[in-house]
């Protein structure tokens, strides 16, 4: 599974204290130790010959700047996603300002690369717009600067991370790229977490589903716009991408039709939706396009509703979030009609993530399905509380007010 998300939230946090008592030195050394006995066995079974191994660690030095570490001989930390964090409003996810300046600029790169994204689409049947969209949201059009070099990085997560083991299956892939050629480690600059290039695609999905689509013989997802975008088109189809269908759509949706029916478990063919009185919110009818169609409300009745396709769910398992995947639908179709959402984001935020996790707890202590309690509101614990709300007599938001996260057990 992908990170970017988690990457998200950790970049808004302090990296790194001090670990003050750490034995810095004997770390290092300990960590060579490792690089020799204890990677390099993993390496050379994945491939990788003693020559690219040695050049990939050639000078190398632990990162002391990443974020989640768990030296030897430090005090436990927490990971950064659980930690007791201010909880975010959706709403603050889609700064309107930002959101203008990536549509009036992916309007023209739209233009700019047409005859390549409608080649890319004529291959993996991905929209265009889609793939700009996520090319958006990720670097900023290539226009981020990619902090760190991948080897080190994920060396360092993968010695003395939070979560060593995912990071180690990353540095093997990373190291089975440089076994592959035509990239040298220097040019392989990533995100802390290890996400390369112009789309942040992971070492393994770049062993899987990189492409040279610009025809030059070198898969290039850091310089070729059109290699970057042709591997995200790829690794979006292989999540069962349907080209004949949309995301979805903002949706007016009327009081009697109840928040409890959100989300990817409750898919109906649209005419149902239909006949419950469901339009897009200007009124026409919903596109028909065939297949389910699910309710989705990220903030319950607290903010817009829309009627999502599959597509929506495989931008989902790109990247696992609701709002990451509203946030390339409604900017995929800004660069058409550049408008915000109609409905109103008024879900606040004066909660903690440890007060709705606790509060996630006694859901599940009741009887409720919250899915994972991780202290964020997804869509099952929407629904909890939405029926929670309905069985207390309280008025039926699926969103949970400060009250809410208190009282709810
Ligand atoms: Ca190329």
């Not at 109840?258 to 063919?269: N, S, Y």
């Not at 859901?363 to 207390?392: C, M, P, S």
Request: net charge neutral; hydrophobic share 45%.
């Amino acid at each position: 599974m992908r990170l970017r998300l988690f990457l998200a939230l950790a970049l808004g946090l302090v990296a790194t204290s001090a670990f003050a008592d750490v034995d810095r030195v004997a770390v290092e050394q300990s960590f060579h130790v490792w690089i020799d006995n204890d990677l390099w066995p993993d390496a050379k079974a994945a491939g990788v010959s003693r020559g690219v191994f040695d050049a990939a660690f050639s000078g190398i030095a632990l990162d002391w700047t990443m974020p989640e570490l768990q030296p030897p001989g430090a005090p436990p930390t927490l990971p950064s996603n659980t930690a007791q964090a201010e909880f975010q409003t959706p709403g603050a996810y889609f700064g309107e300002k930002n959101l203008n300046v990536l549509a009036v600029a992916g309007a023209k790169l739209l233009v700019q690369w047409k005859q390549t994204l409608a080649a890319i689409q004529k291959r993996y049947g991905v929209q265009p717009a889609i793939l700009v969209a996520i090319w958006a949201k990720e670097t900023g059009y290539g226009s981020e600067k990619l902090p760190k070099l991948v080897i080190p990085a994920l060396a360092t997560e993968a010695f003395m991370g939070l979560r060593k083991d995912y990071f180690r299956d990353q540095l093997i892939a990373a190291l089975a790229i440089l076994q592959r050629g035509g990239v040298t480690s220097a040019e392989m600059r990533a995100s802390w977490a290890g996400a390369m290039g112009q789309s942040q695609i992971m070492p393994s999905e770049f062993l899987t589903s990189a492409v040279d689509f610009d025809g030059d013989g070198k898969i290039d997802i850091w310089n070729s716009v059109p290699d970057s975008l042709a591997t995200t088109a790829r690794l979006i189809q292989a999540q069962g991408w349907q080209g004949n269908r949309g995301w979805g759509v903002e949706a007016s949706v009327p009081a009697a039709v109840a928040c409890t029916l959100e989300g990817p478990e409750q898919g109906k063919p649209i005419a149902t939706w239909a006949k419950l009185d469901v339009t897009r919110v200007d009124g026409r009818p919903l596109p028909a396009d065939g297949g389910n169609d699910y309710l989705l409300m990220p903030a319950g009745r607290l903010g817009p509703a829309f009627i999502v396709t599959d597509n929506f769910y495989r931008l989902k398992a790109y990247n696992n979030s609701d709002l990451y995947a509203l946030y390339i639908g409604h900017l995929s179709d800004r660069f058409a009609h550049n408008f915000p959402f109609t409905g109103r984001w008024s879900a606040t935020a004066d909660f903690s993530r440890s007060g709705v996790k606790a509060m996630q707890d006694r859901l599940v202590a009741a009887g409720y399905d919250v899915g994972k309690a991780d202290g964020l509101v997804g869509f099952k614990t929407r629904i909890a509380v939405g029926l929670w709300q309905e069985k207390h007599g309280e008025p039926v938001t699926c969103w949970p007010s400060a009250k809410d996260v208190q009282a709810i057990r």
